[in-house]
């Protein structure tokens, strides 16, 4: 596991730097100059560390994702079911999104919507997390927790399209505070999904659907036969048949 304890260097300072100035500006606004006035560093300290301006961009992403994709791969294994992996997948995407609102907020309003960012590493690591979660659908569907009609991509996209056009319209928002965070929100959104994938398990026994006018029939044969009716009722009416046959005797 990453180690988050370490004091940060130069470079860390320049990348935190960026990415609140990238996030409140956007990549376009923001400039070599005054991140490095902010960063305390020379624009040649910069230069020799990311090259340039965009280098420096999709630094950023790629540094946090790969750290939280590292975090995430070290608990993963010890989660068993494949509900249980999706919960934590989803939950550790949603923390970086909520805990890092910069991050969340470059990501999703500038990065995803560009072609570049696309064949980066940086967008590579994102999208590992994503297959992740992809893997553990299909994992699921093999070993029956799923139906096996399911469709994994269809799933996967579901699941988090609606995680990012839920923190798309809260930066949209300006971040208000509200009666409940999208973390809260996870739990009763995954079920919901889940509620609809789960493999049906087979109910023993038989099942009779009758219209109104059978099932009065079937009342009458059930009344009028005593093998079929209840033990008591049936000592009932074997004693009534009794009695009504020692009158004739």
């Known amino acids: 596991m990453a180690d988050r304890a370490r004091p940060k260097t130069r470079k860390d300072r320049i990348m935190d730097t960026a990415l609140r100035i990238f996030a409140e500006k956007s990549f376009q606004e923001a400039t070599i100059s005054e991140i490095s006035k902010k960063a305390g560093v020379s624009e040649a300290t910069i230069y020799e560390y990311f090259g340039t301006k965009e280098d ?113 319209h809260w930066h949209m928002q300006g971040m208000p505070k509200r009666d409940k965070t999208i973390m809260e929100m996870l739990d009763p959104f995954l079920e919901i999904v889940l509620s609809g994938i789960r493999a049906r398990k087979e109910q023993q026994g038989l099942t009779l659907r009758l219209n109104l006018e059978d099932a009065r029939v079937l009342e009458q044969i059930l009344q009028n036969d005593p093998m079929l009716q209840s033990p008591a009722r049936s000592a009932d009416a074997a004693r009534t048949t009794k009695e009504k046959t020692k009158q004739h005797l």
């Open 56 to 168: 420096l961009l999709f630094a950023i992403p790629e540094k946090i994702s790969n750290d939280a994709n590292e975090d995430s791969e070290a608990v993963l294994p010890y989660i068993k079911d494949a509900e249980g992996r999706m919960r934590a997948i989803l939950f550790s995407y949603i923390q970086l999104y909520e805990s890092n609102p910069h991050y969340s907020a470059l990501v999703l309003l500038q990065l995803m919507s560009s072609k570049r960012f696309r064949q980066t590493a940086a967008h590579a690591a994102i999208r590992r997390s994503a297959h992740r979660l992809l893997e553990c659908i299909r994992e699921g569907i093999a070993d029956g927790t799923f139906r096996s009609d399911a469709d994994a991509y269809l799933i996967r996209s579901m699941l988090m399209g609606t995680i990012e056009h839920l923190f798309i």
